[in-house]
């Protein structure tokens, strides 16, 4: 996590109950919204100041939010806007710097190799021309310009997280070339880079197969056949929620089911799996805990009472973090989901309201910049020594900046706290908490690219990537029960059977054991959900009946002079542009900004509070003291082939990310079809066993009194009052072929049925029948006495028909 990168892009607070309460970082689980009436700043602006650019770690996933639902505080006395409101001053704008990776020196030129794999043009009286539009002149290709597609096509894949010459883990486990080095693995690497890099340039239509091979000379069929066949199984080509992708994979379903799967989780890396699987040929079923998808990811819709402003805000993750090569990125192009990028000008404010000095702001970025590069330097010098007994960071900065006498003076420690806050809040929790070692393991994979909000809110995309799925919501995963005849796994009274099971819960519930697993997990997995971290953060949004602060800035930072509340609401974000409403992630803001800026009074406030939510139990993962990037490997790591696990705490490449988590279900969705195929699994542990059950009930559903979507209803046949019962049947897997479907069965009225029938989609159906009528769908086995009864007098009422 680079403490060099672009602004933060949510206000947070760090958690204070954390180990070490000695420096208290931020805002409780417990936190209210405390909203001081409207006042103006008597402080006057310095004009010897500017305006400081804030710096962080690359960004992590945001995840701040509530329990089952955020504190609101509505309609808090709005006062009208002033008829003119007095600006601060503009001041010249310094930008700090920010690292970046440079690949091109990094790519050998393969020009000529190039040239022996591309096909050749067909002949003409011009030679050998590269293709160009119509009514253009036709250039001659030559090696330069070889050597410039090949770079380009190799740095799209450096982007996407693909090493320059090498292999990854999944392409060796994979056997893509027969021989691991060497020309074969040369001439992959430059046929797969070609292949991402053509998709990649249209996101929104199927790359098939033919279509590479025409630009591929045909001796290396071969290489296109293991470089297309990887990356569309693994998720790198052909995915996501664009119609002409949808409709291709709703074409290709596998009449013989490779397994079955339960995803326990609909947070964004069980939403992807469950895609992937159901396209890769299994049959899948999502238990989701919430009312809702989107786990971490939720956007709340704000508004008064009088609903004269709205705005939505991300109380999850909220910001696409490095929009090159993200998976993410693709989705919003698929969507035509615009992108707001988050711009780097951040104003800091001194308690009194003055902006700080920019001489002073520079000076201490440089110093806290070279307090990180010398613990950096420490940690290489006896890296051997820290495996065995590591510190924290907190602990090695601190150091460092007593031996060179750094920040001593009150203005230059206030600054310096701002700093560590930021860096607090990228990983989510104190210093104190954080390995000196490996607290930023995770750099050398950072995306590139602007950061971005998408307009709206992330649940956009949630809502495209649930669509169709057969996930069942308000059903808490209990007990996982494994061994070599598949997997049970009980939620919500009911038990689901399965080939294979994927846990896609966050570290935290983890953490806390609110799933059984039976066998118990094996120590080394239990030692690594010990040792990582899991951090806490919570934010404030609020929307004001009009944006005071100005349109300019995304961010602005707080200064304190308590080194021991620096996290406490340093950094506020204006969603302004994104959030369709003039809304801030902000509290307190008279005391901050400078004389002559009008605050007007909220009109709403939520307070955010992940740390008592059940289903996550804080906000994101971190590498503690005593533990190292290998302990998100072993999260990561299937037990006994039966049980696998998905989520950002798995991903050492991108943790605490959206797009970690994204990734993390289309490397799992990959793996349990490696694991399927060479086990040849039969799929003998069906979802809830419900199919070997239901086969007598075929018969009664094929003349259905009442159909609708995936629901068939049968009446009872001795009444026709609205008060008389029936039976329901669900049909949950592919609309394309019948023999995949699970069936779930419920016991409810007639005039219930009725008005099921009056709601437009599967979604909302089941939400009526879960939530307002209190069913609970069960297999077949599990239909209680009078549902039996009913289904006798069905039976023997269609006897009766076909006798006559």
């Known amino acids: 996590m680079e403490a060099t990168g672009s602004p933060p892009h949510s206000t947070t607070a760090v958690d204070p109950s954390a180990e070490n309460n000695a420096t208290t970082t931020g805002l409780g689980p417990d936190c209210t919204t405390d909203i001081a009436p409207s006042a103006e700043n008597n402080a006057t602006p310095d004009p010897t100041v500017s305006q400081s650019i804030s710096k962080s770690s690359s960004e992590p996933m945001q995840i701040i939010g509530s329990t089952a639902e955020p504190m609101e505080i509505n309609d808090v006395a709005a006062g009208p806007a002033p008829e003119s409101q007095a600006q601060p001053e503009p001041q010249p704008r310094k930008k700090r710097r920010r690292r970046k990776k440079i690949f091109t020196d990094m790519i050998s030129s393969s020009a000529s190799r190039l040239r022996l794999l591309r096909t050749q043009p067909k002949p003409s009286a011009t030679g050998d021309l590269d293709d160009s539009a119509p009514g253009q002149p036709r250039k001659r290709r030559g090696p330069a310009d070889l050597s410039k597609e090949v770079d380009i096509e190799a740095l799209i894949a450096i982007s996407v997280g693909f090493p320059v010459d090498s292999l990854t883990e999944e392409e060796i486990e994979a056997t893509v070339v027969s021989q691991i080095g060497g020309a074969e693995?040369?001439?992959?690497i430059i046929v797969r880079n070609h292949i991402l890099a053509r998709w990649r340039s249209n996101v929104a239509v199927w790359l098939t197969k033919d279509q590479v091979l025409e630009s591929i000379r045909a001796e290396h069929k071969i290489l296109v056949n293991a470089a297309y066949n990887f990356l569309l199984h693994h998720g790198y080509i052909n995915f996501g929620v664009a119609p002409a992708i949808k409709d291709v994979k709703s074409k290709l379903f596998s009449e013989t089911p490779k397994g079955s799967v339960i995803v326990v989780g609909a947070g964004l890396s069980g939403l992807v799996a469950a895609r992937q699987l159901i396209f890769l040929g299994f049959k899948v079923v999502v238990l989701e805990g919430r009312a809702r998808p989107g786990g971490r990811v939720r956007t709340k819709k704000m508004n008064g009472t009088d609903g004269s402003v709205v705005g939505a805000a991300d109380l999850g993750g909220s910001v696409l973090t490095g929009?090159?090569?993200?998976?993410?990125?693709?989705?919003a192009r698929q969507l035509g989901f615009p992108l707001h990028k988050v711009r780097d000008i951040c104003p800091l404010y001194l308690p009194n309201g003055r902006m700080v000095n920019s001489d002073v702001d520079s000076k201490v970025e440089v110093s806290f910049n070279k307090l990180l590069d010398r613990v950096c330097k420490l940690r290489q010098g006896i890296m051997e020594e820290i495996r065995s007994v590591d510190i924290s960071l907190g602990t090695a900065l601190e150091a460092f900046r007593r031996v060179y006498k750094v920040a001593e003076e009150p203005l230059e420690r206030m600054l310096l706290d701002w700093h560590l806050a930021n860096l607090e809040y990228a990983n989510a929790t104190l210093m104190s908490n954080l390995s000196m070692a490996f607290w930023d393991q995770d750099d050398p994979y950072e995306m590139?690219?602007?950061?971005c909000f998408i307009p709206g809110g992330n649940e956009r995309l949630i809502r495209a990537l649930a669509e169709d799925l057969p996930i069942f919501y308000d059903h808490p995963v209990e007990s996982v029960r494994y061994g070599s005849d598949g997997v049970l796994v009980y939620a919500g009274g009911q038990e689901y059977r399965s080939d294979m099971v994927l846990c896609t819960v966050p570290l935290g519930v983890l953490k806390k054991g609110e799933i059984e697993f039976v066998p118990e997990l094996p120590q080394r997995k239990k030692d690594a959900i010990e040792r990582l971290g899991f951090g806490l953060l919570n934010k404030v949004a609020i929307l004001f009946p009009y944006d005071f602060w100005g349109g300019e800035i995304d961010t602005f930072g707080h200064l304190t002079e308590d080194p021991n509340m620096r996290g406490e609401f340093f950094l506020f974000y204006s969603y302004s542009s994104v959030a369709g409403g003039p809304l801030l992630v902000a509290l307190g803001l008279e005391k901050l900004l400078p004389k002559g800026i009008a605050v007007p009074d909220p009109v709403q406030a939520v307070c955010t509070r992940w740390g008592q939510d059940q289903f996550s139990y804080g906000s994101y993962s971190y590498v503690a003291i005593g533990a190292s990037g290998d302990d998100y490997?072993?999260?990561?790591?299937?037990?006994a082939d039966r049980v696998f696990?998905?989520?950002?705490?798995t991903n050492k490449q991108y943790p605490a990310t959206m797009h970690g988590a994204f990734l993390?279900?289309?490397?799992?969705?990959?793996?349990?079809?490696?694991?399927?195929?060479?086990?040849?699994?039969?799929?003998?542990?069906?979802?809830?066993?419900?199919?070997?059950?239901?086969?007598?009930?075929?018969?009664?559903f094929e003349t259905p009194d009442l159909a609708f979507g995936s629901f068939s209803?049968?009446?009872?046949?001795?009444s026709t009052d609205m008060e008389s019962n029936a039976l329901l049947r669900v049909a949950v897997g592919s609309e394309k072929s019948e023999s995949d479907n699970i069936y779930l069965y419920g016991y409810i009225q007639r005039k219930q049925a009725i008005e099921l029938n009056t709601l437009g989609e599967n979604v909302k159906r089941m939400e009526m029948l879960t939530h307002n009528f209190q069913v609970r769908l069960v297999g077949r086995n599990s239909l209680c006495n009078a549902a039996e009864s009913l289904i006798s007098r069905v039976k023997s009422e269609l006897e009766l028909r076909l006798a006559v």
């Open 185 to 188: 693995q040369a001439n992959y």
């Open 323 to 331: 929009i090159n090569g993200n998976p993410l990125g693709v989705l």
């Open 448 to 451: 590139g690219g602007d950061h």
């Open 633 to 639: 490997d072993i999260l990561a790591e299937n037990v």
């Open 645 to 649: 696990f998905a989520g950002e705490a």
């Open 664 to 700: 993390s279900g289309m490397r799992e969705a990959a793996h349990i079809m490696r694991v399927a195929g060479r086990r040849s699994v039969a799929p003998a542990a069906q979802v809830n066993t419900v199919n070997y059950e239901s086969k007598d009930l075929d018969p009664l």
């Open 713 to 718: 209803i049968l009446f009872d046949p001795q």
